[in-house]
C-alpha cells in the first residue's frame, strides 16, 4: 500500500466522506532563520463531507519508523493551503506540547 493509499484510508476513516488524492505539494516552513518543517503535503479533494471538499495530508516522523503519525488538516480557516495546514499543525503541536511540559 503506497502512503497516498494509506492517507486516504485514514481520512476516510477518520472525516468521512470519500478522499480522493489531487496533488503533492512540497512545503519547507522556516522560523527565525531555522527550518522547522520541510517535507510534502498530499492534497485531497472531500466528497461527502458537511464542512468542507478539501484535506491536507502527510506522514508525520515519530522517531520510529514503523509508526509514522498520520497527520490530517480539514481545509477550514486558518488552514486554508497546505502551508497554513503545516504552520496550524506545528502550532497545536507547540500547545501540545507546552500543556504537557506545565
Same mark, same amino acid.
Do not use: C
Given at each position: 500500500?503506497?502512503?497516498? +493509499?494509506?492517507?486516504?484510508?485514514?481520512?476516510?476513516?477518520?472525516?468521512?466522506?470519500?478522499?480522493?488524492?489531487?496533488?503533492?505539494?512540497?512545503?519547507? *516552513?522556516?522560523?527565525?532563520?531555522?527550518?522547522?518543517? +520541510?517535507?510534502?503535503? *498530499?492534497?485531497?479533494?472531500?466528497?461527502?463531507?458537511?464542512?468542507?471538499?478539501?484535506?491536507?495530508?502527510?506522514?508525520?516522523?515519530?522517531?520510529?519508523?514503523?509508526?509514522?503519525?498520520?497527520?490530517?488538516?480539514?481545509?477550514?480557516?486558518?488552514?486554508?493551503?497546505?502551508?497554513?495546514?503545516?504552520?496550524?499543525?506545528?502550532?497545536? *503541536?507547540?500547545?501540545?506540547?507546552?500543556?504537557?511540559?506545565?
Amino acid at each position: 500500500m503506497s502512503h497516498i +493509499d494509506e492517507l486516504r484510508d485514514v481520512i476516510n476513516k477518520l472525516h468521512g466522506g470519500i478522499a480522493t488524492h489531487e496533488q503533492s505539494v512540497p512545503v519547507k *516552513e522556516v522560523f527565525q532563520g531555522k527550518t522547522v518543517w +520541510d517535507g510534502v503535503v *498530499e492534497v485531497f479533494r472531500l466528497d461527502g463531507h458537511k464542512l468542507t471538499n478539501r484535506v491536507y495530508a502527510w506522514m508525520h516522523d515519530t522517531g520510529d519508523p514503523s509508526k509514522p503519525k498520520h497527520v490530517t488538516v480539514l481545509h477550514i480557516d486558518p488552514a486554508l493551503s497546505p502551508v497554513k495546514a503545516v504552520r496550524a499543525f506545528i502550532i497545536q *503541536e507547540f500547545r501540545n506540547n507546552a500543556s504537557v511540559q506545565a
